[in-house]
């Protein structure tokens, strides 16, 4: 009888152990996947900003504040407008890689409209963006 409870108490352990091992894979797991998931938006952001001084060099003059309401008209131009339009009307026709960014489309639309505006006028993007303002 002792030697029976030796075992359960053991054959317990075992399973405490083991569960402990698994719940550690697990926290592991979700770690790897949270990493992936930041080094995936980290480079994302890079592209983008990227993007943005190719288009926009004189990004760098400039606070958040201040890009944020020159990107927000940039964003509300007719040509944007249509220009997001006629983007997302040919990405329907075809079939575009899945992002894993959920934002992707949004911000990629505004560099689009960003080298329209540089395209429409021979002065910078900025200065465009700041007259509107």
């Known amino acids: 009888m002792i030697e029976s409870k030796n075992d359960a108490s053991r054959n317990l352990e075992k399973a405490l152990q083991a569960l402990e091992r698994a719940k550690q894979r697990v926290a592991n797991e979700k770690k790897k996947q949270n990493e992936k998931k930041r080094k995936a938006e980290n480079h994302h952001k890079y592209i983008m900003g990227g993007i943005i001084v190719k288009y926009f060099p004189d ?75």
């Open 59 to 133: 990004c760098y003059y400039y606070d958040e504040g201040e890009l944020n309401r020159i990107l927000s008209v940039a964003l509300q131009t007719r040509e944007c407008q249509q220009n997001i339009s006629k983007i997302k009307a040919e990405s329907r026709e075809t079939t575009p890689p899945q992002s894993t960014l959920p934002n992707a489309e949004n911000e990629s639309e505004g560099v689009v409209c960003l080298a329209a505006a540089k395209r429409e006028n021979d002065n910078s993007p900025s200065q465009a963006a700041l007259a509107a303002l």
